[in-house]
């Protein structure tokens, strides 16, 4: 029965120890998706036809946009990973948009920036100073941010020492108020990958504008300055680049730009329109220097000692830039970066390879230093990129769900192969080595192919369990048919294999369709789950037919002349034509009901964020919550947020008695709330959120004061687990970032220690906080336990309007797709539409029930049953199960076909009774797995919760179409066109019997 069988056993032997190795040799064989190992994940997109018009990028770049992507990327690869050792991914997504993937032990945990107002900001001010003086500004992000004063929100797009500018008064709904000085201005959101992503990094090299620059154009450097200033005037929060885009005479002259003029901490800002500056743009291109003509960039120190930062040019600029300060000696040149002129110093002599950037007489503080040479060694970029959506997962909540995914496809695997074994005995032990080296196979392809793992790519693992087991049922239960018609056993299972290969290769490949147009439409897991379902179906298959095949081979050669095999169902005589009639009113009545309350549900109901845009934002308690005072709290946000946002209890967090210590909040914008330049927590509604539930939210995860004086630190830490005080004491006292610490253990609080100690003398908040993390963030205590700290909101999702329309095309046409590529399969290798079309009926009406069955879970609360993009992953999965067992039926119909003398209703009949046993036996196995999923994953508010619920259901549903929809479809269809046919031909008959009567 099987060919050279050495050869196969050999190659089987290879592939397995291939696979085997690929797991077991590398440290991490597996790319976890951010779902399972925590991080964030963002989604920026840029705006190539704006960029055009702002004189941004030139006609030849806009229509090379594929390369100015690429260099994108690259620039933003060199800063966020520039050693490669962080596991970040950094792609194309798209022709105009980017995903950044960074793993949880990059996020920056919380702190809050604190510093006093200099002076009174009025409601009509667009820039603020810091009182610099009693606390240290540095703390406040040089690329900008949101603040909070009082009650008003502020966001402001950069800092200038001290200075705060171009302020977005009121952002996110809050009233603007007068500020009187001294007034607590606090840091409430801010991004620092963001920041490096988003920070253009330009620099520029121009000289100071003369009188005689003006001249050329006509014109002098007052009435210039009056142009731009009225320009300002009327154009409010609106940069002077827009301005210097202008052509004249609505613009500057042709090699004139004008930039503000860097503002140091402690000094007075002025006004934009007051602190402007001409600089020459110059004839001679080789004069025009940029960050693409440095070649080093480094930490320095002035004539003063102060920080400073030194700039190498490199060899192919080192004449020019000579050459330009030569002909500018004892003139003044302008560094400008990102559109502001950081330094203007007068040259003294000629400049060749090396200068220094110098931050004037109170010079830049160390992190300006740092975030400067960080930016400028990468290079610059052309256009800024926008955050389109962003998803953050906790670690802790990684861990939660690779613990809860395991856990659900180990017993499942386990339940199934029990069961199999228990079933076909001898053959389902053959089932079950076959499935464990499908499985290996699959982990091992995946580990090689370093394939990113997600959530619902455990669920895929899971499935495949299932359309493994399928194989196996088909291939036995043929076996078991040849068997009763007297063949031996040798030509039983012969026949067996042949004819249930093909029927195991045609639901395979409908299903491995469903697949591919799943990874090319979906995004993010949904991907992990479409590789992880594609692989496995070609392992399964492949254990099927090939090692399965040599297993029950080699029984027969050692003298197995029979399988004994448990019997669910015997020989039926079932009429399902005739059961069909009668089901078809209830099928039809249930489905109609599930519409018609899927479109009573209102949309915001019904739909997530995927297709509505918003955010969703998991939060932890100090203290168990009940659910109605935390929806009070948030209702009282002064906002569209507050009005409609939804609280919803992560169920396995508590109870309603106790009160639930894990929530989810969501708002809806519908596409209309999502500000564009919003950024981070502010997009999210962190902030928002953070302050209204400050009473009972959890602190920390480093809850962190710092006397300014005395360098004496105090806090509480929040851990996931609970650790020894010595060992976190030996962890913070690391490299000398606090001396003499005290930890002490917060009684009742699980995993939460106070501590105090010494900090060094030149810390400030922000930098010692930073040491903190990095003293805990990823190391183990003396016991192997990794530090995991807790996070008080560990999860977010934030869509934003532009990504809303992509998400809903792209899962319209990967349903279309699916149909349409499905009838053209079986139309191919059934050679009738009709097969395909009743297919489809069988399919629609499967999708349709479910999504009457989530209706109800909505409506009622049972289960988190909103349509989003896994949701839709489980319709597609759906379709393809579906199309599995109709494929099978269909496939035995067109088997009997040829050899039945009765009707087509007693062909179908025959085929369905013939295949009952297989399709229940497969239900069987799938329902295990699906079921055990669900039962690991209800109340947990993960994404499997709901996918695994419409998966099962979706197996119910699919076992019932394929014998009462798809194959009575199929019935109706043909026997139409046969009345379609006769009737055509007794048309055609009926003028010859007209012309011989004649």
């Given at each position: 029965?099987?060919?050279?069988?050495?050869?196969?056993?050999?190659?089987?032997?290879?592939?397995?120890?291939?696979?085997?190795?690929?797991?077991?040799?590398?440290?991490?064989?597996?790319?976890l998706g951010l779902d399972l190992q925590g991080g964030t994940r963002y989604?920026?997109?840029?705006?190539?036809?704006?960029?055009?018009?702002?004189?941004?990028?030139?006609?030849?770049?806009?229509?090379?946009?594929?390369?100015?992507?690429?260099?994108?990327?690259?620039?933003?690869?060199?800063?966020?990973?520039?050693?490669?050792?962080?596991?970040?991914?950094?792609?194309?997504?798209?022709?105009?948009?980017?995903?950044?993937?960074?793993?949880?032990?990059?996020?920056?945990?919380?702190?809050?920036?604190?510093?006093?107002?200099?002076?009174?900001?009025?409601?009509?001010?667009?820039?603020?100073?810091?009182?610099?003086?009693?606390?240290?500004?540095?703390?406040?992000?040089?690329?900008?941010?949101?603040?909070?004063?009082?009650?008003?929100?502020?966001?402001?797009?950069?800092?200038?020492?001290?200075?705060?500018?171009?302020?977005?008064?009121?952002?996110?709904?809050?009233?603007?108020?007068?500020?009187?000085?001294?007034?607590?201005?606090?840091?409430?959101?801010?991004?620092?990958?963001?920041?490096?992503?988003?920070?253009?990094?330009?620099?520029?090299?121009?000289?100071?504008?003369?009188?005689?620059?003006?001249?050329?154009?006509?014109?002098?450097?007052?009435?210039?300055?009056?142009?731009?200033?009225?320009?300002?005037?009327?154009?409010?929060?609106?940069?002077?680049?827009?301005?210097?885009?202008?052509?004249?005479?609505?613009?500057?002259?042709?090699?004139?730009?004008?930039?503000?003029?860097?503002?140091?901490?402690?000094?007075?800002?002025?006004?934009?329109?007051?602190?402007?500056?001409?600089?020459?743009?110059?004839?001679?291109?080789?004069?025009?220097?940029?960050?693409?003509?440095?070649?080093?960039?480094?930490?320095?120190?002035?004539?003063?000692?102060?920080?400073?930062?030194?700039?190498?040019?490199?060899?192919?600029?080192?004449?020019?830039?000579?050459?330009?300060?030569?002909?500018?000696?004892?003139?003044?040149?302008?560094?400008?970066?990102?559109?502001?002129?950081?330094?203007?110093?007068?040259?003294?002599?000629?400049?060749?390879?090396?200068?220094?950037?110098?931050?004037?007489?109170?010079?830049?503080?160390?992190?300006?230093?740092?975030?400067?040479?960080?930016?400028?060694?990468?290079?610059?970029?052309?256009?800024?990129?926008?955050?389109?959506?962003?998803?953050?997962?906790?670690?802790?909540?990684?861990?939660?769900?690779?613990?809860?995914?395991?856990?659900?496809?180990?017993?499942?695997?386990?339940?199934?192969?029990?069961?199999?074994?228990?079933y076909y005995r001898k053959l389902g032990v053959f089932a079950a080595l076959?499935?464990?080296?499908?499985?290996?196979?699959?982990?091992?392809?995946?580990?090689?192919?370093?394939?990113?793992?997600?959530?619902?790519?455990?669920?895929?693992?899971?499935?495949?369990?299932?359309?493994?087991?399928?194989?196996?049922?088909?291939?036995?239960?043929?076996?078991?048919?040849?068997?009763?018609?007297?063949?031996?056993?040798?030509?039983?299972?012969?026949?067996?294999?042949?004819?249930?290969?093909?029927?195991?290769?045609?639901?395979?490949?409908?299903?491995?369709?469903?697949?591919?147009?799943?990874?090319?439409?979906?995004?993010?897991?949904?991907?992990?789950?479409?590789?992880?379902?594609?692989?496995?179906?070609?392992?399964?298959?492949?254990?099927?037919?090939?090692?399965?095949?040599?297993?029950?081979?080699?029984?027969?050669?050692?003298?197995?002349?029979?399988?004994?095999?448990?019997?669910?169902?015997?020989?039926?005589?079932?009429?399902?034509?005739?059961?069909?009639?009668?089901?078809?009113?209830?099928?039809?009545?249930?489905?109609?009901?599930?519409?018609?309350?899927?479109?009573?549900?209102?949309?915001?109901?019904?739909?997530?964020?995927?297709?509505?845009?918003?955010?969703?934002?998991?939060?932890?308690?100090?203290?168990?919550?009940?659910?109605?005072?935390?929806?009070?709290?948030?209702?009282?946000?002064?906002?569209?947020?507050?009005?409609?946002?939804?609280?919803?209890?992560?169920?396995?967090?508590?109870?309603?008695?106790?009160?639930?210590?894990?929530?989810?909040?969501?708002?809806?914008?519908?596409?209309?709330?999502?500000?564009?330049?919003?950024?981070?927590?502010?997009?999210?509604?962190?902030?928002?959120?953070?302050?209204?539930?400050?009473?009972?939210?959890?602190?920390?995860?480093?809850?962190?004061?710092?006397?300014?004086?005395?360098?004496?630190?105090?806090?509480?830490?929040?851990?996931?687990?609970?650790?020894?005080?010595?060992?976190?004491?030996?962890?913070?006292?690391?490299?000398?970032?606090?001396?003499?610490?005290?930890?002490?253990?917060?009684?009742?609080?699980?995993?939460?220690?106070?501590?105090?100690?010494?900090?060094?003398?030149?810390?400030?908040?922000?930098?010692?906080?930073?040491?903190?993390?990095?003293?805990?963030?990823?190391?183990?205590?003396?016991?192997?336990?990794?530090?995991?700290?807790?996070?008080?909101?560990?999860?977010?999702?934030?869509?934003?309007?532009?990504?809303?329309?992509?998400?809903?095309?792209?899962?319209?046409?990967?349903?279309?797709?699916?149909?349409?590529?499905?009838?053209?399969?079986?139309?191919?290798?059934?050679?009738?539409?009709?097969?395909?079309?009743?297919?489809?009926?069988?399919?629609?009406?499967?999708?349709?029930?479910?999504?009457?069955?989530?209706?109800?879970?909505?409506?009622?609360?049972?289960?988190?049953?909103?349509?989003?993009?896994?949701?839709?992953?489980?319709?597609?999965?759906?379709?393809?199960?579906?199309?599995?067992?109709?494929?099978?039926?269909?496939?035995?119909?067109?088997?009997?076909?040829?050899?039945?003398?009765?009707?087509?209703?007693?062909?179908?009949?025959?085929?369905?009774?013939?295949?009952?046993?297989?399709?229940?036996?497969?239900?069987?196995?799938?329902?295990?797995?699906?079921?055990?999923?669900?039962?690991?994953?209800?109340?947990?508010?993960?994404?499997?919760?709901?996918?695994?619920?419409?998966?099962?259901?979706?197996?119910?549903?699919?076992?019932?179409?394929?014998?009462?929809?798809?194959?009575?479809?199929?019935?109706?269809?043909?026997?139409?066109?046969?009345?379609?046919?006769?009737?055509?031909?007794?048309?055609?008959?009926?003028?010859?019997?007209?012309?011989?009567?004649?």
């Open positions: 029965m099987v060919e050279n069988l050495g050869r196969k056993v050999f190659w089987i032997a290879a592939a397995l120890t291939a696979a085997v190795l690929c797991i077991v040799l590398p440290e991490s064989p597996f790319r989604l920026l997109s840029i705006d190539f036809d704006r960029a055009l018009a702002e004189k941004k990028i030139t006609q030849a770049e806009y229509d090379n946009r594929q390369q100015l992507m690429q260099d994108t990327v690259a620039v933003i690869r060199e800063r966020v990973d520039p050693t490669g050792t962080k596991e970040t991914v950094i792609r194309p997504e798209g022709a105009d948009s980017f995903v950044v993937e960074v793993p949880a032990q990059m996020m920056r945990t919380t702190i809050e920036a604190k510093a006093p107002l200099l002076d009174r900001l009025a409601p009509v001010d667009g820039a603020l100073s810091l009182d610099a003086s009693d606390q240290d500004a540095s703390g406040f992000p040089l690329t900008g941010g949101v603040i909070a004063i009082g009650s008003e929100r502020i966001k402001y797009e950069s800092r200038d020492g001290g200075q705060l500018l171009d302020l977005e008064r009121g952002f996110a709904g809050s009233n603007v108020a007068d500020h009187p000085p001294g007034t607590t201005v606090t840091l409430k959101s801010h991004d620092s990958i963001i920041s490096l992503i988003q920070n253009p990094g330009s620099l520029e090299i121009f000289a100071r504008a003369q009188t005689e620059d003006f001249q050329g154009s006509g014109t002098d450097e007052t009435s210039e300055l009056q142009k731009a200033q009225e320009w300002l005037d009327e154009h409010p929060g609106i940069a002077i680049t827009g301005f210097n885009a202008l052509d004249p005479p609505l613009g500057p002259p042709v090699n004139i730009r004008w930039f503000p003029h860097h503002v140091m901490a402690g000094d007075a800002a002025p006004e934009a329109r007051d602190n402007l500056v001409p600089v020459v743009v110059q004839a001679r291109t080789e004069w025009a220097f940029s960050s693409a003509d440095v070649d080093f960039v480094r930490p320095s120190s002035d004539e003063f000692g102060l920080p400073a930062v030194g700039v190498d040019m490199n060899a192919r600029a080192t004449i020019r830039f000579g050459d330009f300060t030569r002909e500018y000696v004892r003139e003044l040149m302008a560094i400008v970066i990102n559109d502001e002129i950081i330094s203007l110093a007068t040259i003294e002599q000629p400049l060749f390879q090396s200068f220094r950037i110098s931050g004037g007489s109170k010079g830049f503080s160390q992190v300006e230093v740092e975030e400067m040479v960080k930016v400028l060694k990468t290079g610059s970029l052309r256009v800024k990129p926008e955050l389109e959506q962003e998803e953050r997962v906790g670690a802790t909540l990684g861990d939660r769900y690779v613990e809860l995914g395991a856990l659900s496809a180990v017993l499942g695997l386990a339940l199934v192969l029990v069961f199999m074994m228990i076959s499935l464990l080296c499908s499985m290996t196979l699959l982990m091992g392809s995946m580990a090689f192919l370093q394939a990113t793992l997600t959530l619902p790519g455990v669920a895929g693992i899971i499935l495949t369990v299932g359309m493994a087991v399928d194989a196996n049922i088909l291939i036995y239960e043929r076996i078991r048919e040849e068997s009763r018609k007297g063949r031996k056993l040798v030509q039983a299972a012969k026949n067996g294999f042949e004819r249930a290969t093909v029927t195991i290769i045609d639901a395979n490949v409908t299903t491995f369709i469903t697949a591919v147009i799943l990874y090319y439409q979906g995004t993010g897991p949904i991907r992990g789950f479409a590789t992880t379902l594609m692989i496995g179906i070609l392992t399964s298959v492949f254990s099927a037919l090939v090692v399965t095949r040599i297993l029950v081979h080699l029984s027969m050669e050692k003298g197995a002349e029979s399988f004994s095999m448990g019997q669910l169902v015997k020989e039926t005589r079932i009429d399902f034509m005739s059961a069909a009639k009668k089901l078809l009113p209830i099928s039809v009545l249930l489905i109609v009901g599930g519409m018609a309350l899927f479109v009573s549900i209102p949309e915001r109901d019904r739909m997530s964020i995927d297709f509505l845009g918003g955010f969703t934002v998991t939060v932890r308690t100090e203290e168990p919550q009940g659910t109605d005072h935390i929806r009070s709290l948030i209702s009282a946000i002064p906002n569209v947020v507050g009005e409609s946002a939804e609280v919803k209890p992560i169920l396995d967090s508590g109870d309603d008695e106790a009160g639930f210590r894990q929530f989810r909040i969501v708002y809806k914008s519908e596409g209309d709330v999502v500000q564009s330049g919003q950024t981070g927590g502010e997009k999210t509604g962190q902030a928002e959120i953070a302050d209204a539930l400050a009473d009972v939210l959890q602190k920390g995860p480093i809850d962190l004061a710092l006397d300014a004086v005395t360098k004496d630190a105090t806090g509480r830490l929040y851990f996931e687990n609970e650790h020894a005080a010595a060992d976190i004491s030996a962890a913070l006292a690391a490299e000398g970032t606090l001396t003499g610490v005290s930890i002490t253990a917060v009684g009742g609080h699980p995993g939460a220690y106070d501590f105090s100690g010494a900090a060094k003398p030149n810390s400030t908040l922000l930098t010692l906080e930073q040491e903190i993390g990095k003293r805990l963030n990823g190391q183990v205590d003396a016991a192997g336990e990794e530090y995991r700290l807790a996070l008080a909101m560990p999860g977010t999702t934030l869509v934003g309007a532009q990504v809303v329309g992509e998400l809903r095309d792209k899962a319209i046409i990967a349903v279309l797709l699916s149909l349409f590529a499905v009838v053209m399969y079986i139309r191919v290798r059934f050679a009738e539409y009709s097969y395909g079309i009743a297919a489809v009926l069988a399919i629609v009406h499967d999708v349709l029930f479910v999504l009457g069955v989530l209706s109800v879970t909505n409506v009622t609360g049972l289960l988190d049953s909103e349509i989003s993009l896994p949701m839709i992953a489980a319709f597609l999965t759906i379709i393809g199960y579906s199309l599995n067992d109709t494929i099978v039926v269909f496939d035995r119909i067109r088997e009997n076909l040829p050899r039945t003398k009765g009707t087509l209703a007693e062909a179908l009949n025959l085929s369905i009774n013939q295949t009952l046993s297989r399709t229940l036996l497969t239900s069987i196995t799938t329902l295990l797995a699906v079921t055990v999923l669900f039962g690991f994953n209800v109340g947990s508010g993960s994404v499997l919760e709901g996918f695994s619920f419409a998966m099962l259901m979706g197996v119910l549903v699919g076992t019932y179409s394929s014998m009462f929809v798809a194959a009575p479809a199929l019935l109706w269809l043909e026997n139409r066109s046969r009345a379609r046919r006769e009737a055509e031909s007794t048309r055609e008959k009926s003028p010859q019997t007209e012309t011989a009567g004649a």
